[in-house]
């Protein structure tokens, strides 16, 4: 019998020791980095995935969201290296931020590549859902980052000052700010622009003081909620190109948790793409992200974003085909020379993903 209470106690410390060292291999707080504010469509897909994986992993891991770009020190373009570098453990982050170092994501920036399609959204996620997104998640997988779902900042338009612009000859001369992406500079300056490479904390106060003319974004997720309408008075909707969001993990970190703990992370993932992604999409595809915000009883307050708009004194320019085609031929030679860079087999991919769901 005292061999056997022996061997119990053995046992029972052996156990009591695996239990502590899987346990220390969760960190009390995980960081989340988000380029934007709370309010945001992106913003509010980011506190969604914190809150669902609280929920689903019973409180083990717990994500902090970092608000505003305040782990990069407002620097965009450096949040991949952070997220890789582990400063960051998680992130809902737009391919373009990441672009400068990972080349392969300038796809969703060719100009009017995706737009040109006639159901642009099933375009978009015929891609991301498709051979051409295994193939950049696989990439970026090999930097020592996983994607773990799909989310969407939006088509971006263009928003200024000081007229209203149909033609490429109506860009002449106007001081855009763009992302520190190199894509946008060229194409920008194709259009006859003065392309001002910018943060987006520092944009707010240069369309404050008017030094700068305007800005392309997404309407939902950056257009409305910072109250561009104040500063702007004329929107072309031109949707010349996308960035959907990554919702990323270092892969250390990730190879930490449990397959269980996996499980729950990937379904919170999936849930709260969902979710941002309707939001950036309400009032924008034609009726479906609003019926499915409907069905989960999270309508947001504005569900007609032109409506709303143009409630605000804006003028809402709207662009035929025809007119978008003198667009895309003026940055066509953006286009080619960066469908070489970024690799001919993954824009042609991408292009037979879209094929598929038109």
Known sequence: MRRFWAWTLVLAVVLGMGAGSWASQLKDEYKLSVVTAPTSAWGMGAARFAELVKERTGGKVNIKVYWSGQLFAGKQTNEFLLVRQGVADFSLSSTINWSPQIKELNLFALPWFISSKPRMYEALDAITDGKAGAQIKKI??????????????????????????????????????????????????????????????????????????????????????????????????????????????????????????????????????????????????????????????????????????????????????????????????VFDSWAEKIGRDLVKLAEEDMAKAQ
């Not at 190879?255 to 703990?261: G, L």
């Open 140 to 333: 970026v997988e090999e930097l020592g980052v996983s994607i773990l779902g799909w989310g969407e900042n939006g088509f971006r338009e263009l928003t200024n000052r000081v007229r209203p612009i149909r033609t490429p000859e109506d860009m002449a001369g106007l001081k855009l700010r763009v992302v520190g992406s190199p894509i946008f500079l060229d194409t920008f300056k194709a259009l006859g622009a003065n392309p001002i490479n910018m943060n987006w904390g520092e944009a707010i106060t240069a369309f404050q003081q008017g030094v700068v003319d305007g800005q392309e974004n997404p309407i939902n997720s950056v257009i409305i909620p910072y109250k561009i309408y104040e500063f702007h008075k004329f929107l072309t909707d031109w949707h010349y190109v996308v960035d959907p969001l990554m919702l990323a993990v270092n892969q250390k970190v990730w190879q930490s948790f449990d397959a269980a703990t996996q499980i729950a992370i990937r379904e919170a993932a999936m849930m709260a793409c969902a979710y941002q992604k309707a939001l950036s999409r309400v009032g924008l595809d034609g009726g479906q992200s609003l019926e499915y915000l409907r069905q989960h009883n999270a309508v947001p307050e504005i569900t007609e974003p032109y409506k709303f708009l143009e409630s605000k004194g804006m003028t809402i320019v709207k662009l035929s085909p025809e007119e978008i085609a003198k667009f895309a031929q003026a940055t066509k030679g």
